[in-house]
């Protein structure tokens, strides 16, 4: 049972343009949601996070949306960048569950062409 | 100063070996955690250490035994080792009590393969 899935195994992208990731969700016990990138042969890396009481939150050149009643978030990035070039997870947690168990997506691939 | 170090990168060993990871991290975090990567890509959660205690412990088989000799360490050793244990396992950590989960940190993930 996947509580969280990313259902573009990938994305293509122009550079300067805008990348949009897409998440859904399935438990609505979930109220903190994260982003992480990942090249290759390296760990995840935390990009950007949203509160269960937010709406959306930026920083730089990267803003996450969330819309609780469609039980969905998105990651933009704009504009891309072809550093940007990563697997990008997002993962999901519920407060007053076990410490910080994060429940994650299976990643979309994104590619960013100069 | 790496933050969270994993030894070694890569692991490839015969069925029914018994095998360790080390994890260490130096940022002074609570909360240590295991997970896997299988083949479909999927990063699920194995255990959690909080202060050397075990917090989390998601229906891993009993051959694979986390160990915390100190919140700076979470070692993970799996015994008997099968094929379907072929997988990159990723340490990380974070600070004890963030709400909502918090950002964690993570090692750069040790593949494992059994042959």
């Known amino acids: 049972d996947q509580q969280v899935k990313q259902n573009s195994p990938s994305l293509s992208v122009q550079e300067g343009r805008i990348s949009i990731l897409n998440c859904d969700y399935t438990?609505?016990?979930?109220?903190?949601f994260l982003w992480y990138k990942k090249y290759p042969a390296e760990g995840p890396t935390f990009l950007i996070s949203?509160?269960?009481?937010?709406d959306k939150n930026e920083d730089g050149r990267f803003t996450v949306f969330l819309n609780k009643s469609a039980k969905h978030l998105s990651l933009h990035i704009v504009p891309s960048q072809p550093g940007d070039s990563a697997v990008y997870f997002c993962?999901?947690?519920?407060?007053?569950?076990?410490?910080?168990?994060?429940?994650f997506g299976q990643g979309t691939i994104l590619t960013v062409h100069p | 100063d790496t933050a969270v170090s994993q030894t070694p990168k890569y692991l490839v060993t015969q069925m029914g070996n018994d095998k360790s990871i080390k994890c260490e991290q130096n940022?002074?975090?609570?909360?240590m955690y295991w997970y896997k990567q299988d083949s479909k890509k999927f990063l699920k959660i194995m255990f959690s250490?909080?202060?050397?205690?075990?917090?989390i412990n998601e229906t891993v088989p009993n051959r694979f035994s986390p160990k915390s000799p100190d919140k700076a360490h979470l070692n993970l050793h799996i015994n008997s080792l099968e094929l379907g244990d072929s997988a990159v396992y990723f340490c990380?950590?974070?600070?004890?009590?963030?709400?909502?989960?918090?950002?964690?940190?993570f090692g750069p993930g040790t593949r494992l393969t059994v042959l």
């Open positions: 250490y909080n202060n050397k205690e075990l917090i």
């Open positions: 993962a999901a947690s519920a407060s007053g569950t076990s410490y910080g168990k994060l429940t």
């Open positions: 990380a950590s974070s600070r004890q009590g963030l709400a909502g989960g918090g950002e964690q940190f």
């Open positions: 949203i509160s269960s009481i937010k």
């Open positions: 438990n609505s016990m979930f109220d903190y």
């Open positions: 940022l002074g975090h609570d909360t």
